[in-house]
């Protein structure tokens, strides 16, 4: 079921394999990496978006938010003189929560997969946003209306209807793995592997695809359309590489994941960080991450800028 995972039978053996468990991320890495508080940097979208425009990180324009259940009649207004957007919770996690329009007329929306709902479902889902229902430890939240990403035509034999993205993992500054997350129509149009989006392994140095995986299991086509997902190279890489690494220049996280999609006209953009990415990305590599994160720490260079650790990144590839 799980690929090359499935070689390893003991604990002991998915350690030497250098495959990071969920115990390990939370109390080795992120316990010892991240300080509590610097989280609500990338916890907020509103926040993270804030700080990335102050430092010149590209990101999907914010249309408008809604603090408050009394704000939520104002929705309409706020879309006024746009006919495709993403509503999504500030504190959302694993894409929960975001609906993505791609048409509106006459108080009708059509959704990512083809779908109409109402100006009253839109109404409920904002309530849902602001009451927790998506956020992070069911607190009240706020909803945020950003423009829709017109992804690249690079991705669109790969994807289903939604916007595809690339997650990058990011150690004391240093991209050390990368994926693709593509939309399918089981996903809904979402790029988020738990509700059934493609994962496809980066190399790191190169963009180039290495592995696919669906629910855990190796693919090497895409589901919906049939393309060869190993024919796969992300363009502007040295570009998506230096948004991961200015993301730890941006909030002093030491392990934090970065999502980041790719635009037809404005290139990459950053869509979230992540400061407990999760562990997904080592199956679509088929490589484990407790030895690139033991590599950077005994190997590579200190007090580097966000230029000169991605330029070490391309030129020194990792032994495992």
């Known amino acids: 079921m799980f690929g090359w995972l499935s070689k390893f039978c003991t604990p002991q053996q998915l350690r030497t394999a250098g495959v990071m468990g969920m115990n390990y991320r939370n109390f080795d ?18 926040k993270t978006k804030t700080l990335a425009n102050n430092i010149g990180i590209n990101t999907p324009k914010l249309i408008g938010k809604i603090e408050c259940q009394y704000e ?23 894409g929960k929560g975001v609906l993505v329009i791609t048409d509106y007329k006459d108080e009708l929306f059509t ?6 709902i109402t100006y009253s479902e839109v109404y409920q889902h904002i309530s849902n946003i602001l009451s927790g229902l998506y956020s992070l430890g069911g607190k009240y939240d706020t909803a945020i209306i950003e423009e829709l990403v017109h992804f690249s035509n690079v991705f669109k034999e790969y994807s289903y209807q ?13 991209p050390i793995m990368a994926m693709t997350r593509l939309p399918t129509k089981a996903s809904g149009g979402r790029a988020n ?34 393309a060869d997902l190993m024919q796969i190279q992300v363009p502007f890489w040295k570009e998506h590489l230096k948004i991961g690494a200015l993301a730890y220049d941006m909030t002093g ?21 992540n ?46």
């Open 72 to 94: 939520v009649k104002n929705i309409l207004n706020i879309i006024s003189g746009y006919r495709e957007f993403v509503i999504k919770p500030a504190q959302g996690s694993g």
């Open 29 to 46: 890495v992120i316990g010892k990496c991240n300080q509590r508080r610097l989280y609500p940097l990338v916890d907020d979208k509103v």
């Open 253 to 273: 996280l030491g392990y934090l994941g970065a999502d980041i999609v790719l635009d037809a006209t404005k290139g990459p953009m950053m869509l979230e960080l």
């Open 111 to 116: 959704t990512a997969s083809g779908r109409q």
């Open 275 to 320: 400061a407990r990415p999760g562990l997904a990305i080592q199956i679509a590599n088929g490589i484990g991450l407790r030895h690139r994160i033991k590599e950077v720490e005994k190997y590579y260079p200190s007090n580097l800028n966000a230029d000169e650790r991605v330029e070490y990144v391309l030129t020194h590839k990792y032994a495992k």
């Open 193 to 226: 592997l738990h509700q059934g989006a493609v994962g496809v392994g980066l190399d790191i140095q190169t963009g180039r695809a290495l592995h696919g995986v669906l629910r855990n299991i190796p693919v090497t086509v895409q589901p919906d359309t049939g």
């Open 162 to 174: 939604g916007v595809p993205d690339v997650r990058l993992i990011i150690f004391n500054g240093f």
